[in-house]
């Protein structure tokens, strides 16, 4: 099957097609990003999940412009290093997003219950985000303030169901060590824990 024939199978909802293309993508995305970039793993991770949220959003519109030409692949380098690029830009003015957030979402508990407990919880909260990748923010960011379904970050994502739920798993486990050590008796108060690294 050549490019042409594996973007029109992908594009017709077939579901083989499309695993292997993410594939092929990932494998291509990461090699550029570590290799040309020197991105780290977490960061090129991060550069392949913008990267596959472009490909399939707006129903597939940048598979779509690909066209056929020239090889699929090499379309693939070029967006993959431009992406490299926006990381890399975007990574410097990067802020955390926490409204609505709460903490006792990521300890899995219930935390504070005044409104001055809660604004310092924000607060600790916002300064753990901040040592996240942008990957580990934006996976946060949909499943626990848009309260998406892992079926729903499959599909946004262009990742299969168990890559959305260690990716998930992952970045709350990064934020609970984050936060235990920015503030661990906050964090043995109310996980009945020292964190999740010690």
């Avoid at 913008?50 to 693939?76: H, I, M, N, T």
Wanted: aromatic share 6%; net charge negative.
């Amino acid at each position: 099957m050549n490019d042409a024939q594996r973007i029109e199978a992908v594009l017709a909802g077939d579901r083989a097609a499309a695993e292997a293309l993410i594939e092929d993508v990932e494998r291509r995305v990461l090699a550029i990003a570590r290799g040309q970039f020197r991105l780290s793993p977490e960061e090129s991770e991060d550069v392949l999940l913008s990267l596959c949220e472009k490909l399939w959003r707006d129903d597939a519109a940048a598979l779509r412009q690909w066209q056929g030409r020239g090889p699929f692949a090499a379309y693939v380098s070029v967006i993959a290093s431009r992406a490299c690029l926006m990381y890399l830009r975007e990574k410097k003015r990067r802020t955390p997003e926490v409204a609505g957030l709460e903490l006792d979402q990521i300890a899995g508990e219930q935390a504070a219950t005044s409104d001055v407990e809660r604004n310092e919880e924000r607060e600790l909260l916002a300064r753990g985000l901040e040592r996240l990748s942008e990957r580990d923010r934006h996976l946060i960011r949909l499943r626990f303030l848009e309260e998406r379904d892992y079926e729903d970050l499959t599909r946004e994502l262009g990742i299969s169901y168990g890559a959305a739920r260690k990716g998930v798993h992952s970045a709350v486990t990064r934020l609970r060590r984050a936060l235990a050590d920015l503030e661990p008796s906050w964090f043995k108060a109310v996980t009945g824990r020292r964190g999740e690294h010690q």
